[in-house]
């Protein structure tokens, strides 16, 4: 698929998403948000439903929740736009309640064809949710900061989940912040696991994939400067500048040199300014 292709097809799901009625939850809500990011991105993050002020946005995570969510990026060198942001149920669930099993199961089409446009390398789950989605029966106590294999059958087709708490969690827990900052150290190296894990099905396409829980360490810093944002296949024209790259790879980003740790992590900072949020995002 051609990056114009990869972007048409995921408008084409948004056009839908947003007169949807498949689910009681449209309602209540003011707007559906389908979710948004960059159409050539490895990574998806895939958080439970909209809330308040993404209902009245449209737009995924751009609350105090989507604030965190964004610092959570920048401690690893990432930016919204670089990656694709959505939710397992397009529409808010009244007064923030936790998605009924039949609306994630009517909702449930479009993340599958999302995950299909966008065949990610790696799906970070935000909440139980959508960890429930992608790892199937884990607990999120020990699975937060950890891989497994996804199944096809969610839509995409040869990606790694790596599990985190709901950014929401810190809000209600204070312990959580610093969980979610150093489980968010252990994305980076995720993706490098799970750019492994497709260049080995590639070259044995008949053996299946390990499906085993693997605790993604942290690389330490002197190790290679992690991943860039896009697959070396695709052929991507950078979204924006981007440094000479040394090797061929075509990058959207590229994250820090050095992968920050717990101590690097930027203090608490409060409300998010929503329109810096507003300006660093690119829809689709
Ligand atoms: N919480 C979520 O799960 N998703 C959003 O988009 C915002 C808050
Ligand atoms: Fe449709 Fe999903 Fe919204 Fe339900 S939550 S109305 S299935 S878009």
């Not at 994250?255 to 998010?272: C, L, M, Q, R």
């Amino acid at each position: 698929m051609t990056p114009d292709e990869r972007r048409e097809a995921l408008e084409s799901i948004a056009r839908e998403v947003r007169v949807c009625t498949k689910c009681r939850l449209h309602q209540s809500r003011t707007r559906a948000v389908p979710g948004e990011g960059h159409p050539e991105t490895e990574v998806i993050f895939v958080g439970e439903g909209p809330g308040f002020n993404e209902d009245q946005q449209g737009r995924p995570f751009v609350g105090a929740a989507g604030g965190l969510l964004t610092e959570l990026l920048s401690s690893v060198g990432w930016k919204r736009d670089e990656v694709f942001i959505t939710n397992v149920v397009k529409c808010r669930p009244p007064g923030n309640r936790d998605p009924e099993p039949d609306e994630i199961a009517a909702c449930r089409p479009y993340l599958q064809r999302q995950l299909e446009v966008l065949d990610p390398a790696l799906v970070v789950t935000l909440g139980r949710f959508s960890m429930a989605s992608f790892m199937p029966g884990a607990r999120i106590g020990s699975a937060h900061g950890t891989v497994r294999a996804v199944d096809p059958e969610t839509g995409a087709a040869n990606a790694t989940a790596y599990a985190m708490y709901h950014p929401a969690a810190a809000f209600r827990q204070a312990a959580m912040r610093s969980t979610l900052f150093k489980d968010m150290l252990g994305v980076p190296e995720a993706l490098l696991q799970a750019r492994q894990r497709r260049a080995h099905d590639e070259e044995t396409a008949a053996l299946p994939a390990d499906g085993l829980d693997q605790r993604a360490s942290v690389p330490p810093p002197e190790d290679e400067p992690p991943p860039t944002v896009v697959d070396a296949e695709r052929d991507v024209t950078p979204a924006h500048d981007v440094p000479a790259a040394t090797d061929a790879r075509p990058a959207v980003t590229r994250v820090n040199d050095e992968v920050g740790t717990v101590a690097d992590v930027p203090a608490p900072t409060s409300a998010p300014d929503a329109d810096a949020t507003g300006r660093q995002l690119g829809l689709f």
